[in-house]
């Protein structure tokens, strides 16, 4: 059932200054944590995604939508752009994250 692995992490900002602004969610175990140009913002915690490992998941990982599984169908899409990408196999930690927007992955 993969409806019982979905998790909403959610912040919402004014971003309409036309900056770059970084965007990073780091799962530890059953917890995704939010950062928002290098600064944690907050997480959300779902015990299903213990059984969740990405590299040997059927479906593809996305990035900007959200897939509807009994459908699959693609909606609500990002309103911007993607100007880079990365997916690590461990867990970063906070100092990682603010080191990748310092330099500005």
């Known amino acids: 059932d993969t409806t019982s692995h979905l998790l909403s992490v959610t912040h919402t900002v004014d ?24 600064i944690f913002i907050t997480s959300a915690t779902n015990a299903s995604l213990a059984n969740v490992n990405l590299d040997n998941s059927s479906e593809p990982f996305t990035v900007g939508c959200f897939k509807t599984y009994a459908v699959s169908t693609y909606s609500l899409f990002l309103n911007g752009s993607v100007g880079s990408r990365g997916y690590f196999n461990s ?14 992955f």
């Open 15 to 38: 971003s309409s200054d036309s900056n770059y602004h970084s965007v990073a969610l780091v799962r530890s175990g059953t917890t995704v944590l939010l950062y928002r140009n290098g």
């Open 91 to 104: 867990a970063l930690s906070a100092v990682q994250i603010a080191y990748l927007h310092s330099a500005g």
